[in-house]
């Protein structure tokens, strides 16, 4: 049987949320692409929480649409301090409102994302899906060859590495990480309550990590509640009434009665950094890129923002989009929002671990400031939702100040 030998101008690696949208970006780009990697998995119980820029996003890419009656709005977001420590912070909302929005975001199930995303890429005559995953990396000067499972061979400019945290494309391309495992894992779930919930997330900090409760649509909403690794275990060993004897207790019975649904997974955190995003025709996006615990709703969000960049630089350098001056030019564009944002995780979760009394008051000051300001809240809700515009808004507001008014 002949070797199957296929040439796109792009091909990306991973089949995951990351991997569909950026093939769909790179597509409506006006790029050949190849898509390589198995249909996701059907028994992911995680949620996504994605704010309003990436929603425009997939909107764009005639996605938004599939998901939105199967979706929950993110109206208010809310932080309360349930540790037991000597100085506790103050609770904190935040509300779309005060920012001129309706909703900050939207939280989807990842099942019901993934068919909404497979059903796009079949309407996309420019996309070719192998659906199998690629077995090996070959890496040239002026070309990158997927070897799949399957015996395929790919061969393209670029290669976009959606491909996960362990990454084999990083690997080929020889792109060196920083890696730190954490003594925590997150248990995920989905639950029912009595009470309505009217759209509203709760974190709860305590001692080992936040319980974050999200909105799903009706009187339900996911869960990821990060404790100690033999902590998880047990927790996931409970029976369903126990455990939602627990979840109520940890949420103050807030949403009345709790009724666990089916299906638990546990997911040990770590934190990856790479050195560089792209080196040698393959260029990072997604968890290939960075990795951190699940704090303030950063993950996909900033996934969707690689997409964005890596799709723009492509369009900027068509003649050869993987081409060392494109792959710079990413590079440069990726390195501060993917820093910032893995930074600022990294601290908040080492404050929340932290038993020392000058870590906890900077916190509990951090989260005082911003119950007390509305202008520093909404600074912080800008930036949370799409890096720069709260810089942007209140640059705005300060020329408005300084303008002279109007005589009519």
Do not use: C
């Not at 009656?69 to 309360?80: D, G, H, K, S």
């Not at 309407?123 to 799949?148: K, M």
């Not at 890096?387 to 300060?398: D, I, K, N, Q, T």
């Amino acid at each position: 049987m002949a070797e199957d030998k296929v040439k796109r101008e792009i091909l990306v690696a991973g089949t995951g949320p990351t991997g569909m949208i950026a093939a769909l970006g790179l597509a409506r780009a006006g790029f050949s692409v190849a898509l390589a990697g198995p249909v996701p998995r059907s028994d992911d119980r995680r949620t996504t929480a994605l704010m309003r820029p990436a929603l425009n996003y997939l909107d764009m890419l005639g996605v938004l649409a599939r998901v939105a009656e199967e979706a929950a709005p993110l109206a208010v977001m809310r932080i309360v301090d349930a540790t037991a420590r000597l100085v506790r912070s103050p609770v904190v909302t935040f509300r779309a409102s005060e920012i001129d929005e309706a909703a900050f975001g939207l939280n989807i199930r990842n099942t019901v994302l993934n068919k909404a995303l497979e059903a796009a890429i079949a309407e996309q005559p420019a996309i070719d899906w192998r659906r199998s995953a690629v077995a090996a990396w070959e890496i040239g000067e002026t070309s990158v060859v997927a070897v799949l499972e399957d015996g395929t061979r790919i061969e393209a400019p670029l290669a976009v590495a959606a491909d996960g945290r362990d990454s084999p494309a990083r690997e080929a391309a020889g792109i060196r990480t920083s890696r730190r495992m954490h003594r925590q894992s997150a248990l995920v779930l989905n639950f029912g309550h009595t009470r309505d919930h009217a759209s509203t997330s709760t974190e709860f900090h305590t001692e080992t990590g936040p319980f974050t409760q999200v909105p799903l649509p009706g009187k339900r909403s996911s869960l990821v509640w990060v404790v100690r690794p033999e902590q998880a275990d047990e927790l996931a060993a409970l029976d369903d009434a126990t455990l939602a004897q627990r979840i109520e207790e940890k949420m103050q019975s807030m949403l009345g009665r709790v009724t666990v649904e089916p299906g638990r997974q546990v997911y040990p955190l770590s934190s990856l950094l790479p050195h560089r995003y792209a080196k040698g025709r393959v260029a990072l996006v997604g968890e290939a890129a960075h990795v951190f615990p699940p704090i303030g709703a950063q993950g996909l969000n900033l996934s969707i923002r690689d997409v964005e960049d890596i799709v723009r630089t492509a369009a900027e350098h068509r003649t050869d989009p993987g081409s060392s001056s494109a792959l710079a030019a990413y590079d440069r564009r990726r390195r501060p929002d993917i820093l910032a944002r893995s930074t600022a995780v990294e601290l908040f979760n080492r404050s929340l671990l932290s038993d020392m009394l000058p870590a906890q008051m900077a916190r509990s000051l951090g989260l005082s400031i911003l119950k007390a300001l509305s202008p520093v809240r909404g600074f912080f809700m800008r930036e949370g939702m799409q890096p720069g515009s709260g810089f942007a808004r209140a640059v705005s507001r300060l020329r408005e100040q300084a303008l002279p008014s109007r005589q009519d």
